[in-house]
Antibody, heavy 123, light 109 residues
Framework: QLQLQEAGPGLVKPSETLPLTCVVSGGSISSSDYYWGWVRQPPGKGLEWIASIYYSGSSYYSPSLKSRVTISADTSKNRFSLNLRSVTAEDTAVYYC???????????????WGRGTLVTVSS | EIVMTQSPDTLSVSPGERATLSCRASQSVSSNLAWYQQRPGQAPRLLIYGASTRATGIPARFRGSGSGTEFTLTISSLQSEDLAIYYCQQYNNWPPRYTFGQGTKLEIK
């Protein structure tokens, strides 16, 4: 059974870069059937999509975060990563890595979620 | 950006009764609509995709319906384990511009 496990620093200082990694076990991120991505949830608030990536490297970003975010995939290590630059307190959230499945090639939904990792931005 | 609006914000239902949750899109998303359940302290879990297809392992008491801009999640015969926040999400755009509703909190009376 495929599992997603997030790893993050827990605490990041304002203006620094937040690095996140998602390790995938029980399946391969090189599968042509899935995208991989990140969704975040500020404490007590709703869900926000951040970015998605295909094993080939094709990637997409939320317009509101695009200028500060980079998503990447390492097929040799079966993991994918996110870097969020110039963080502020508003970036404090639980960050989930997700797998995306499709109903057709241009329509993808989040079918599997990691347990999430809380990242706090504070000096 | 497609705005998703859920109603009500909070719903209180007795065990064994039916719960009806609504989700409205600011423009048509066809049937490209998913529902997620987030129990307290847990990650979200996919319930429904394609507006009406249950995900693997989801009980038949969860039913999704609708298309275009109006969608409904119906939970028949509510159980205590259904206590959760339910989110709808559209995935109609390409390139993707995924957006979620603000959530409906389902309480058990």
């Amino acid at each position: 059974q495929l599992q997603l496990q997030e790893a993050g620093p827990g605490l990041v200082k304002p203006s620094e870069t937040l690095p996140l990694t998602c390790v995938v076990s029980g399946g391969s991120i090189s599968s042509s059937d899935y995208y991989w991505g990140w969704v975040r949830q500020p404490p007590g608030k709703g869900l926000e999509w951040i970015a998605s990536i295909y094993y080939s490297g094709s990637s997409y970003y939320s317009p509101s975060l695009k200028s500060r975010v980079t998503i990447s995939a390492d097929t040799s290590k079966n993991r994918f990563s996110l870097n969020l630059r110039s963080v502020t307190a508003e970036d404090t959230a639980v960050y989930y890595c997700v797998r995306l499945a499709y109903t057709d090639w241009s329509h993808w939904y989040f079918d599997l979620w990691g347990r999430g990792t809380l990242v706090t931005v504070s000096s | 950006e497609i705005v998703m609006t859920q109603s009500p914000d909070t719903l209180s239902v007795s065990p064994g009764e039916r719960a009806t949750l609504s989700c409205r899109a600011s423009q048509s998303v066809s049937s490209n609509l998913a529902w997620y359940q987030q129990r307290p302290g847990q990650a979200p879990r996919l319930l429904i995709y394609g507006a009406s297809t249950r995900a693997t392992g989801i009980p038949a008491r969860f039913r999704g319906s609708g298309s275009g801009t109006e969608f409904t999640l119906t939970i028949s015969s509510l159980q205590s384990e259904d206590l959760a926040i339910y989110y709808c999400q559209q995935y109609n755009n390409w390139p993707p511009r995924y957006t979620f509703g603000q959530g409906t909190k389902l309480e058990i009376k």
